[in-house]
């Protein structure tokens, strides 16, 4: 299958200092990335969809100054948390979906995740 | 307002068995719906999803779902479990509630023993 990696795989920072984190997608192209937080038990928030060469598409109530996201390319999408606090402190998941077809296959490839430390 | 339930935290199966991981969910509109499972070490994986169309949905690894609009759910199954199954799955439904907001549940764990 398709394989979507993230860099780091863990990072720790402090407090007010900006974090981020890259997604590549490795072995396919892919239009459409999105960013996932994953909280300590274990619940998932989607927190944007980026499509290459556009600005990304907040899910309702994620601060987009926050949480910058860039999609330069079609394998490479970056979520930076700008001014990190403790409470940003999670698992940050990317993904990647690839369309094919015209859209007769379309499917989700996970990264492995980030954990973001911010002391 | 919306919001996913999965019932059960935990749901345990004997090798063999049919499974179900139970989903409700409260919108107003009309909802997407997905499956997610996520292994140990293996990371998250997409499943299946309900946009429109077939009540029906048929994913990866043998799953399937069904959308049944009346009782509001979107419960997960599987005619024969696998050691293999044993993960955490998530349910999530996407709607539109004045900006698109998807919303996941807490996740039901799954082992299946053999």
């Known amino acids: 299958g398709a394989v979507v990696s993230q860099h780091p795989s863990r990072v720790i920072c402090k407090s007010g200092t900006s974090v981020k984190i890259e997604c590549r997608s490795l072995?396919?192209?892919?239009?459409?990335m999105f960013w996932y937080r994953q909280f300590p038990k274990q619940s998932l928030m989607l927190m944007a969809t980026?499509?290459?060469?556009?600005?990304?598409?907040?899910e309702q109530g994620v601060e987009k100054d926050k949480f910058l996201i860039n999609h330069a390319s079609l394998t490479l999408s970056t979520l930076t948390v700008t001014s990190a606090h403790p409470e940003d402190s999670s698992f940050y998941i990317c993904?990647?979906?690839?369309?094919?077809?015209?859209?007769?296959?379309?499917?989700?490839?996970f990264g492995p995740g980030t954990r973001l430390t911010v002391l | 307002a919306q919001s996913v339930a999965q019932p059960e935290d935990q749901v345990n199966v004997a090798e063999g068995n049919p499974l179900t991981v139970k989903c409700t969910y409260s919108?107003?509109?009309?909802?997407?719906l997905f499956w997610y499972v996520q292994y140990p070490n293996r990371g998250l994986q997409f499943l299946l999803k309900?946009?429109?169309?077939?009540?029906l949905v048929k994913g990866s690894y043998g799953f399937e779902a069904e959308f049944n609009k009346s009782q509001t759910s979107f419960h997960l199954k599987k005619p024969s479990a696998l050691v293999s199954d044993s993960a955490l799955y998530f349910c999530?439904?996407?709607?539109?509630?004045?900006?698109?907001?998807?919303?996941f549940g807490a996740g039901t764990r799954l082992f299946v023993k053999a």
């Open positions: 993904s990647a979906r690839v369309e094919i077809s015209g859209g007769a296959v379309n499917e989700q490839f």
């Open positions: 072995d396919f192209q892919a239009t459409t």
């Open positions: 999530a439904v996407r709607a539109y509630t004045g900006g698109f907001k998807t919303i």
């Open positions: 309900y946009i429109t169309g077939d009540n």
């Open positions: 980026s499509n290459e060469g556009s600005k990304a598409t907040y």
């Open positions: 919108v107003s509109g009309n909802p997407y």
